[in-house]
């Protein structure tokens, strides 16, 4: 979200920094790669040594992470996150920006398969929303002229298919009330139609997106929205050209209710095989499990079950916070589908799928910013908003290490990657 988020709650608890004395070192032979807010950048933080070895421009990864994609001025610039090395550029007509993808900031406008990526720029008003927006559909090989899309009114990327034909956006009526809209690239025309809720077609939609995930096939991105009146819910949008989404409510209240602080802090997390999504918040201590191999059904919840999710941490109370300063999904699942791990009010809850029970608990003292997963699974590291990381076992459960490599103000633990 480019606006401010009013009436916010911004949990807030400093954690020591360094290793605490006799504690082991990491284990894990990684570079985990954190992107910073303060410097828009990302750290390549070594995992044994807990040095920076190097930076990177925050920009948007492929999915197989063999590119990274930013901008610089009028270029669109492409590197090798192992190397740094630049593998091509582009120049673009004119400035534009990576579209965020996360409430905390994070950039993205790739299509699932990391063919084409879209980029943005908007035609600002004093006091008001930008008058018009600007998109450029771009072959990620960066061989050939972008495809530009022009339009009067305020419209946000959302998804753009594989085949790079469809880009799909959010096209904004208020500040919370929007309408999904489809673009015929290849036509170069709006499709009349606004994509609706294929439950509810009569429901307007609104709502703050905080993140999202896409499905294993690339068929659909569900994205988690807090309102300000009303339940939070994930909207699925389907991505194989039906015009079409669902809607799915979970529970809770909206953010103007009183409770500030939890219909902000909904992360989702996908099983490995993509069978089920999973949406958690620890400060609302709620998990909901959506099955999501429906045979063409409508997906919904199957069930929702609350947790232990740990002590409430300080919590400090402002107004007009940004959107950055909210941490970025936190949840993941353990590659056998059996562990789903979320930041709780305080610190990580692993939880049983099988019974959606807890199952441990670390980190107590910690406010969590960020969770992934090792390329093996074998163990997870964890971003806190001091900046902090953590090394945790999945099998014991254990924290077996703890570090701070100064790397700045933490947005998101994007990777890890093996050596």
């Known amino acids: 979200m480019r606006s401010l988020v009013t009436m916010v709650c911004l949990a807030v608890l400093v954690a ?3 290793r605490a004395p006799g504690s082991p070192v990491a284990s894990g032979d990684y570079k985990l ?9 990302i750290a390549v933080i070594d995992a044994r040594s807990h040095n920076i070895e190097r930076w990177l421009e925050l920009g948007a990864p492929a999915p197989d992470w063999k590119r990274l994609y930013s901008i610089a001025g009028t270029s669109l610039n492409a590197v090798d996150p192992l190397t740094g090395a630049a593998v091509g550029s582009l120049q673009l007509p004119g400035y534009y920006h990576l579209p965020s993808v996360t ?8 299509s699932q398969n990391g063919a084409y990526i879209v980029v943005e720029s908007f035609e600002d008003t004093p006091n008001g929303p930008p008058s018009a927006s600007h998109f450029l559909v771009i072959n990620t090989s960066l061989n050939s002229s972008p495809k530009r899309v022009d339009l009067k009114g305020y419209y946000a990327f959302d998804a753009i298919s594989n085949e790079g034909g469809r880009l799909y956006l959010i096209e904004y009526v208020t500040r919370t009330d929007y309408r999904v809209r489809y673009y015929d690239v290849g036509a170069g025309q709006m499709y009349p139609n606004v994509i609706v809720d294929k439950a509810n077609p009569s429901e307007a939609m609104n ?3 905080l993140s999202g995930v896409p499905s294993r096939d690339g068929g659909y991105l569900y994205s988690v929205y807090a309102r300000e009146t009303g339940s939070p819910f994930i909207h699925a949008l389907d991505l194989s050209g039906s015009p079409f989404a669902f809607c799915i409510d979970l529970p809770g209240s909206g953010y103007s209710s009183g409770d500030v602080a939890g ?3 909904w992360s989702l997390a996908m099983t490995a095989d993509g069978s089920h999504l999973y949406a958690a918040n620890g400060v609302l201590g709620v998990v909901s499990e959506i099955k999501t191999d429906t045979n063409n059904s409508v997906p919904g919840v199957a069930r929702s079950v609350h947790i232990d999710s740990g002590k409430t941490v300080a919590s400090i109370f402002a107004q007009d916070v940004q959107a950055k300063e909210f941490g970025a999904n936190a949840a993941v ?3 056998d589908g059996k562990t789903l791990v979320t930041s709780g009010s305080s610190g990580i809850v692993s939880i049983d799928t099988a019974g959606l029970r807890v199952s441990a608990h670390a980190l107590d003292n910690w406010n969590v910013w960020s969770l992934t997963l090792s ?3 074998k163990l997870l590291y964890v971003l806190s908003d001091a900046g902090m990381l953590a090394e945790v076992s999945m099998d014991s459960r254990q924290v077996t290490a703890t570090f701070n490599p100064h790397a700045g103000n933490p947005m998101d633990l994007m990777r890890v990657a093996a050596v």
Not at 33 to 41: G, I, K, L, P, W
Not at 103 to 110: D, E, F, Q, T, V
């Open 33 to 41: 790669y954190e992107a910073v807010s303060d410097r828009s950048q």
């Open 16 to 18: 020591a920094c360094g």
């Open 207 to 209: 709502g703050v997106k």
């Open 263 to 265: 219909p902000f802090h």
């Open 103 to 110: 409430m905390s900031g994070m950039p993205g406008g790739l």
């Open 375 to 377: 390329p093996d699974g």
């Open 333 to 335: 699942v353990s590659l």
